[in-house]
């Protein structure tokens, strides 16, 4: 089974125990993150932020002790209440709702930003989820974003050797007939009414002392890739 995204309800209790691998791993990939979303929010201090699959916490988590007001939305009722646990437990104060991509429940006009990362390569429609992103979206709103460039390298990469060979992710996890090219996500970007910038390249860079992979900035997008665009106001009729 490709694309299977049942691990998020099965694995809800154990998001922040540091046990499993993968788990580590996809938490490991906050900081290159940040460290880009920084270069476009410079004052994350009473941004109200929606962290679109936000799964059980890790984005959200780091968001908010960053100053920003978040929303962790997610399928998987499971892994919002482990964040919602979490938050809890270290006195973070996260709004946490279980919702879809194509149905965000958010209001019009809402949020100064959404932040979606290791998503858009497994929803059903992407194209839905960025008009529902438009909608909750302020006038000049930003999207943040990374997702899975669809070459055989990256496929190479995070399929076979992240789940058949190494299992760094569980087998499954991923359909690399559903991840997307820069080209084809910036279209479809303009499209929908954004302001594109500049893409970067991200992937992974090292081992820690727990021998888990460690991620950073790369010079190629041919295998992760990071991006922002900020919501175009409609002219007037």
């Known amino acids: ?26 938490h490991n990939l906050v900081p ?30 780091a968001l908010a002790r960053r100053g920003a007001a978040v929303i962790g939305v997610d ?16 006195g973070l104060v996260i709004d946490y709702r279980v919702g879809s991509g194509e149905a965000l429940p958010v209001p019009d006009g809402s949020v100064d930003c959404v932040v979606i990362v290791d998503v858009l390569e497994h929803v ?20 943040l974003f990374d997702t899975l460039n669809r070459t055989k390298l990256a496929a190479f990469i995070f399929v076979f050797l992240g789940e058949v060979v190494l299992r760094v992710g569980p087998l499954g996890t991923h359909d690399p007939a559903k991840f997307i090219k820069p080209s084809e996500l910036r279209a479809m970007l303009l499209s929908k009414g954004f302001d594109v910038g500049p893409m ?38």
């Open 124 to 143: 059903a429609d992407p194209g839905r989820v960025l008009d529902e992103i438009r909608r909750v979206l302020k006038p000049r709103g930003a999207i």
């Open 32 to 61: 290159p993150r940040l460290k880009y979303f920084d270069g476009i929010i410079k004052d994350w201090r009473d941004v109200s932020v929606l962290d679109l699959g936000c799964g059980g916490g890790f984005m959200a988590d």
């Open 200 to 237: 970067a390249g991200l992937g992974p860079r090292g081992l820690n002392r727990r021998f888990d992979i460690t991620f950073g900035r790369l010079p190629i997008l041919s295998l992760m890739y990071m991006g922002h665009a900020a919501k175009i106001v409609a002219p007037a009729a």
């Open 1 to 26: 089974m490709r694309n299977d995204q049942s691990i998020y309800r099965i694995y809800a209790a154990e998001w922040w125990t540091g046990r499993h691998r993968w788990l580590r791993t996809m």
């Open 75 to 90: 399928p998987s009722a499971a892994a919002i209440e482990a964040a919602r646990e979490h938050a809890r437990l270290e």
